[in-house]
């Protein structure tokens, strides 16, 4: 028992020295962590900018002279020698009607001219002599005037008859249909030994001038273009042919039940390009303002909630932004920032919301 007692001191006083050694040994003192370095980053503004879209509508080029061509005169048709696809020159004959009627309207009137002339000649003598006669005192002045009533009578009328010659030879020059211009024959609607008509279409022709197109859009294109304003035009069946080209005519009323506007632009000359070429116009359409940020800006942009990081102060918060269309390098967000804000566009993928950040210049 006494053996046990001695033991338990022993050890007791062998904790007692450990204890006082350490309390004894010199401390370390305690290092805080170095504060974590700040991520560099790239920013950029959110701009405010008008929005250009392109648009394309289909056409087929066509001469700005063009007609559709018809006599004024009802009778058979003898001869046509043109057919489509022909090219002709300014007063060639395109066709020709039965005009003896009209030739035989032209020679009445002749005639009738020829008679009123004749006995105008007779009447001026008439008068002369009869104006000799009352200055001699062997007339009286009565038949002064009677002579003088029948000359200015048959003035008149031989004007009278010389109007339905003139109004008979236009008849009779109505029944050849001659090209207003040179062109090309695109059209053709009657044949020979028909019966035509005054207004009835003949023939159509495509003049050599200047090509032109037009195309059909809807109002919300037809509101936003100009006159004069530079389009561009394409030839998709002749390689890709561009061409310049301006609008001229802008209609304001809707053609058709679609309510489709036609618009009207004329082509720059240049080689290979002729009538009926099938084109495709491109009209750039300025839209209202709208925001914009750099593509690099948008994190997870093909998720359902692209966001990016705005920066102020030194320090940067998480925004979730609904994207519009891309506009070259940039693209357009609706709402959730403002003009002239500044976005993060390098160094994301190390970012939270609310970090620290330092921007590199």
């Known amino acids: 028992m006494k053996r046990n007692t001695v033991i338990s001191l022993a050890i007791g006083v062998m904790c007692l020295g450990v204890a006082v050694a350490l309390w004894a040994m010199p401390r370390k003192e305690t290092v805080s962590p170095e504060p974590q370095s700040r991520v560099r980053v790239v920013v950029e503004s959110v701009d405010q900018s008008q929005m250009k879209r392109a648009v394309r509508f289909s056409g087929a080029t066509r001469s700005r002279q063009r007609a559709a061509l018809s006599f004024g005169v009802p009778a058979r048709?003898?001869?046509?020698?043109?057919?489509?696809?022909?090219?002709?020159?300014?007063?060639?004959?395109?066709?020709?009607?039965?005009?003896?009627?009209?030739?035989?309207?032209?020679?009445?009137?002749?005639?009738?001219?020829?008679?009123?002339?004749?006995?105008?000649?007779?009447?001026?003598?008439?008068?002369?002599?009869?104006?000799?006669?009352?200055?001699?005192?062997?007339?009286?002045?009565?038949?002064?005037?009677?002579?003088?009533?029948?000359?200015?009578?048959?003035?008149?009328?031989?004007?009278?008859?010389?109007?339905?010659?003139?109004?008979?030879?236009?008849?009779?020059?109505?029944?050849?249909?001659?090209?207003p211009y040179a062109g090309t024959v695109t059209g053709v609607f009657i044949e020979a030994g028909e019966w035509t008509a005054p207004g009835r279409p003949v023939l159509e022709i495509s003049g050599d001038g200047p090509l032109e197109i037009n195309v059909e859009v809807p109002e919300a294109v037809m509101i936003r273009l100009q006159m004069g304003q530079t389009v561009g035009v394409s030839f998709p069946l002749a390689d890709s042919l561009p061409?310049?080209?301006?609008?001229?005519?802008?209609?304001?009323?809707?053609?058709?039940?679609?309510?489709?506007?036609?618009?009207?632009?004329?082509?720059?000359?240049?080689?290979?390009?002729t009538a009926g070429m099938t084109a495709e116009v491109l009209f750039e359409l300025v839209t209202d303002s709208v925001m914009t940020i750099p593509i690099t800006a948008v994190v997870n942009p093909g998720s359902s909630r692209p966001y990016v990081f705005r920066y102020h102060e030194g320090a940067v918060q998480k925004q979730v932004v609904d994207l519009g269309p891309l506009l070259e390098q940039r693209i357009v967000v609706n709402g959730g920032l403002r003009p002239g804000e500044q976005v993060v566009t390098t160094g994301q993928t190390k970012l939270s919301d609310g970090d620290a950040v330092e921007v590199a210049l």
Do not use: Y
Not at 95 to 120: K, W, Y
Not at 140 to 160: D, M, N, S
Not at 243 to 269: H, N, Y
């Open 77 to 179: 048709v003898m001869q046509r020698p043109v057919d489509v696809g022909e090219h002709v020159r300014a007063g060639q004959p395109l066709a020709e009607l039965d005009a003896r009627e009209f030739r035989n309207a032209v020679a009445m009137a002749l005639g009738s001219v020829t008679e009123l002339e004749t006995r105008l000649a007779q009447a001026q003598n008439d008068r002369s002599r009869a104006q000799r006669l009352v200055t001699a005192k062997a007339a009286t002045g009565e038949e002064l005037e009677k002579t003088t009533a029948a000359e200015k009578g048959l003035a008149a009328a031989l004007e009278a008859a010389n109007a339905r010659l003139r109004e008979a030879e236009r008849l009779r020059d109505e029944t050849v249909l001659r090209a």
């Open 243 to 273: 061409v310049t080209a301006s609008i001229s005519a802008i209609a304001r009323a809707a053609s058709g039940p679609g309510r489709l506007f036609p618009v009207t632009v004329d082509l720059d000359p240049a080689k290979r390009i």
